[in-house]
């Protein structure tokens, strides 16, 4: 099996590439529902998992 160029290497070649608006809007959104969906699956274990 040949060995190809390391993926060290390669991720030295890349150039920087900043983050279009339209991804920083995706990745808050993310983290936002993330959130949300947390504290809603919290509540409803609280509300209907009562603990002992």
Do not use: D, N
């Amino acid at each position: 099996m040949p060995e190809g160029p390391k993926i060290a290497e390669e991720l030295k070649k890349m150039e920087y590439e900043p983050l279009l608006p339209v991804e920083k809007k995706l990745i808050g959104y993310s983290l936002i529902l993330g959130v949300v969906l947390l504290g809603l699956l919290v509540w409803v274990s609280y509300t209907f998992f009562p603990g002992q």
